[in-house]
Every structure is written in C-alpha cells, then in structure tokens.
C-alpha cells in the first residue's frame, strides 16, 4: 500500500533551519518525480520543490529558490527538503506528494507537517 509519511516540522525563529524528511513506501519510488507542497492557513496549496528520480534536475517555487534545497536517497525511498534562512511567511503544513501511474493515476499525498516560523 502506499505510504507517504513526512516528519520534521516545528516551531523555529527566523532565520533558523530545517529539514523535513518524507519516507515513501508502497511503490517504486526510485522511478518517481517526487514534490513539495505547502499550504498556509486561508492561502492556496503552493509547489515547493520537484526533484526528478534520480535527482539529477530540480525546481523551486520563487518564494523558496535560494533558501530550500530538494533531495533524495533512493536507497533509503526518502525526500528530503533542507529549509534555510526560514522567515515567517514559510509557515505551513508541508506536504509530500506524487504522481503515481499505474492501473488507475493518482495524486498520493502525506499527512503534512507543521512548520511554524516566528519569534
């Protein structure tokens, strides 16, 4: 069955760090684009990051570019997203997320975690 399970989300001040990971389970992950989203309270679900399967092209919304790093271990089935020089409108649950093809295509997310930035 597939599983998405993030984890790494807390409570951090400006300009701190950190990094959320998503354990994957269920399906051929290393074959598999895998994303971030985030959404914040009242806002519309936002693209964080993509990373390609084997990790060798990324991309980045423009409100995280030059502070968030994507990553994979594909021997681990595991996405990372290293979250630097955070600033309060980084708050949100993040999301893992991919798109799976197979008998029937699906968006599979994760639970989210939180991520609350401030002083």
């Known amino acids: 069955q597939v599983q998405l399970v993030e984890s790494g989300g807390d409570l951090v001040q400006p300009g701190g760090s950190l990094r959320l990971s998503c354990a994957a389970s269920?399906?051929?992950?290393?074959?598999?684009?895998m994303n971030w989203y985030r959404q914040a309270p009242g806002k519309e679900r936002e693209l964080v990051a993509t990373?390609?399967?084997?990790?060798?092209?990324?991309h980045y919304g423009d409100s995280v570019k030059g502070r968030f790093t994507i990553s994979r271990d594909n021997a681990k089935n595991t996405v990372y997203l290293q979250m630097n020089s955070l600033k309060p409108e980084d708050t949100a649950v993040y999301y893992c997320?991919?798109?799976?093809?197979?008998?029937?295509?699906?968006?599979?997310w994760g639970q989210g975690t939180q991520v609350t930035v401030s002083s």
């Open positions: 990373i390609t399967s084997t990790g060798g092209t990324t």
């Open positions: 269920g399906f051929a992950f290393s074959s598999y684009t």
């Open positions: 997320n991919f798109l799976y093809i197979g008998i029937i295509t699906t968006n599979f």
